[in-house]
């Protein structure tokens, strides 16, 4: 058996140093353009075999090398390339999508198995030199099995090509969803199943339309880092897009260190803890999970990004209308407000004005449960509803100049979406108020606000309702008194009138009218009180008010 085995590998050793016979060093440039033709026309085959058969890339380049090796081992030519045969591999997926079962964990041995039994019959057919069966097949079947191929490789990659969604099912349905989705627009050059739009879509007013996309990884998407990118759209649909990473001006590469947390850290309190606060890779930049642009004066974009593993590294970006870069104001350390002023839990001692979550200058965060867009105004500045936590979870209002300097911050920005009134050659911002905690066990008040061009309060509306209502099925309205301290303004973006007519929506389930200077015009109930409602409310050119409440869309006004 040794001698055997010894006699083989003899074999196998005199072929491939025969492959060299007659080789000379001033045959090296021909043997180069040799390979690099080779290359260029393998790689890029073995890739799509490899598709086709329903396996990642490189499984193509694995396929080639072991048959390239034991072709030259063991075959007869020297002038023949061994690899992935597109040919039968539409063939070999529909034989694994049988053995699979539909299941991805039995995909790769269920493809080594059939590898083997494929192998195992041609070494059979080869012993019994059953070559000769070939010969039965006549030449227009085989050329219409090639077409056949052929057509339904074209179809197969089509989607791939144009960028649209690819289609499960025969080749008839294949037909049908490309034809469906042709007049789809997708700006990368695939489909990928791993990219979201995320955040609404906003338009201008020529009719571009812009709108942010987040790639998770495949594999780990809830843990490992993520790539953002912001995408344009015009009117004759010719897409460009960029990528966030490249947009924030002195944002740090996605292996750089962040601060986090001392409780991330697992740092025990009272907080701010007496050592550095822990780092950890800052992540790439992307897009807020539920932000998206806001289109200022001037064709002027105004996005907001954040580092994927630290919320505490966000940025406001300003872009040009074909979104090149204008300015970057990263919200990283830029208030003063902590310990000691808005900050009432810090340990004895601390620092004045920082925050206790890390030690460090207060951070404005873009947070991935928020709906903050940012609101571009009409001088040209822009304002942001950003997360603080140490103020009661109340966040932080950040306005930026049109040229990218901090013009002020308001206490108050949490998850909110301001409306703008002008009026009287300038204007006014409306925001809910919201205070979420109130020393020792209590909550509120809860204000609808308006402030100045400045950030300057000019009036509040205060929650007073304390009942909780529902609509019983006869149309009856039953209430409970309940909530003590008012209810919360649960509210992405209030709405205002042209005549300065503020609109809202609270936890209570009503909508509320205020006129100028907070006094109230009138309430009407809707369905249901409802915690954590979170819609926002929108007035036409009619003035009519569209508020959601339990799922129900209601339209008051005529």
């Not at 140093?17 to 007659?22: D, K, L, T």
């Not at 780990?220 to 790539?227: S, V």
């Not at 990004?305 to 830029?334: C, F, G």
Request: proline share 7%.
């Amino acid at each position: 058996m040794a001698e055997r085995d010894s006699h083989f590998m003899a074999r196998c050793g005199q072929v491939l140093i025969g492959a060299f016979r007659g080789w000379t060093p001033a045959l090296l440039a021909s043997e180069l353009v040799v390979g690099l033709t080779l290359a260029a026309i393998t790689i890029p085959e073995q890739m799509a075999t490899a598709k086709l058969a329903g396996f990642a890339p490189q499984v193509g380049f694995y396929a080639f090398i072991g048959a390239t090796i034991g072709f030259a081992a063991l075959g007869a030519s020297r002038l023949i390339t061994a690899g992935a045969d597109s040919t039968i591999s539409p063939i070999f997926a529909g034989s694994l999508a049988v053995l699979a079962a539909g299941s991805a964990s039995m995909h790769a041995s269920a493809a080594t198995t059939l590898a083997l039994i494929v192998g195992a019959m041609l070494i059979v057919g080869g012993l019994l030199k059953l070559g000769w069966i070939a010969n039965l097949l006549s030449r227009p079947v085989v050329t219409g099995f090639l077409v056949g191929i052929a057509v339904h490789i074209m179809v197969s990659q089509l989607p791939s090509f144009f960028g649209i969604a690819q289609s499960d099912g025969d080749l008839v349905t294949q037909v049908e969803s490309i034809a469906k989705n042709f007049s789809a627009i997708n700006p990368f050059t695939t489909a990928n199943s791993n990219r979201f739009v995320t955040g609404p879509l906003v338009v201008d007013a020529d009719g571009t339309l812009l709108y942010n996309v987040i790639e998770l990884d495949p594999v780990l998407p809830t843990t490992a880092d993520a790539q953002g990118w912001l995408v344009r759209i015009p009117p004759g649909g010719s897409p460009s897009m960029v990528l966030y990473q490249t947009l924030v001006n002195g944002a740090p590469a996605a292996g750089d260190q962040c601060p986090y947390s001392f409780r991330a850290g697992n740092i025990p309190g009272p907080y701010p803890a007496t050592v550095p606060v822990p780092t950890g890779p800052c992540g790439s930049q992307r897009p807020g999970f539920n932000s998206g642009p806001a289109i200022g004066p001037g064709g002027t974009i105004f996005v907001v990004s954040r580092a994927h593993y630290a919320q505490n590294d966000s940025s406001i970006v300003a872009l040009n209308p074909d979104l090149t870069p204008k300015w970057t104001y990263r919200m990283r350390e830029i208030l003063n407000d902590g310990c000691g002023v808005l900050a009432t839990n810090c340990r004895q001692g601390a620092p004045t004005g920082v925050d206790p979550s890390t030690g460090l200058k207060p951070s404005v965060w873009v947070n991935d449960q928020a709906s903050s867009v940012p609101v571009a105004l009409p001088d040209g500045a822009v304002l942001y509803g950003g997360l603080t936590t140490y103020n009661g979870a109340r966040g932080h209002l950040v306005k930026v100049s049109p040229d990218g300097k901090l013009m002020g911050t308001y206490d108050f920005g949490w998850d909110v979406t301001p409306a703008v009134w002008v009026h009287d050659a300038t204007y006014s911002i409306i925001t809910k108020d919201n205070h979420y905690f109130r020393p020792p066990n209590g909550q509120g008040p809860y204000d609808i606000t308006q402030l100045n061009r400045d950030l300057g309060p000019q009036w509040m509306y205060t929650s007073t309702e304390t009942r909780s209502c529902s609509t019983e099925a006869d149309g009856g309205i039953t209430c409970q008194s309940d909530h003590p301290d008012g209810f919360e303004w649960c509210i992405n973006a209030p709405a205002v009138a042209p005549d300065g007519t503020v609109y809202g929506n609270s936890e209570d389930g009503r909508i509320y009218a205020i006129r100028q200077g907070g006094q109230l015009i009138e309430q009407r109930f809707l369905l249901q009180s409802l915690g954590a409602a979170y819609t926002p409310i929108a007035v036409d050119s009619k003035g009519r008010v569209y508020s959601m409440n339990g799922g129900v869309m209601t339209v008051v006004g005529q």
